[in-house]
């Protein structure tokens, strides 16, 4: 019996997080479909310190990059401050989001399923 109290009191606390999640996911921001790139290059310089250091190479380039058609698309975003890059990374949040609530789910209803096993095993009608 201490078991289930356990899963009850789990499964609340999961149906706590779960509603505050979706007050978020139920308010999105601008979005854009893609994940965000950051990218350091080398330049065109053969005398230029990034040829010398890997470290210091130039950058950081934030590119977005989605399938189209079945290919990888990379696009130039600019500074990771840009308008871009910030509703790209809302879409990558939002996607976070979601995953994160089906795994919530999942765990929900193992829970539930455990419970109810544990009636059936003892023939309990509470």
């Not at 330049?43 to 250091?53: E, I, L, Q, Y």
């Not at 994160?100 to 509470?126: N, T």
């Amino acid at each position: 019996m201490e078991k289930v109290s356990r899963w009850r009191q789990r499964i609340s606390q999961l149906r706590r997080i779960r509603g505050l999640l979706e007050n978020r996911l139920m308010k999105p921001k601008a979005m854009r479909v893609g994940s965000v790139v950051r990218q350091y290059m080398f330049c065109g310089k053969p005398s230029c310190v990034c040829h010398r250091d890997a470290q210091k190479k130039h950058g950081p380039y934030y590119y977005l990059s989605s399938k189209e058609e079945g290919k990888s698309r990379y696009k130039y975003l600019g500074k990771a401050t840009s308008p871009e890059v910030e509703r790209a990374q809302n879409y990558q949040g939002f996607q976070r989001g979601i995953a994160r609530l089906g795994k919530i789910h999942r765990e929900v209803i193992d829970l539930l399923w455990k419970i109810g096993k544990g009636k059936m095993e003892k023939g309990d009608a509470e």
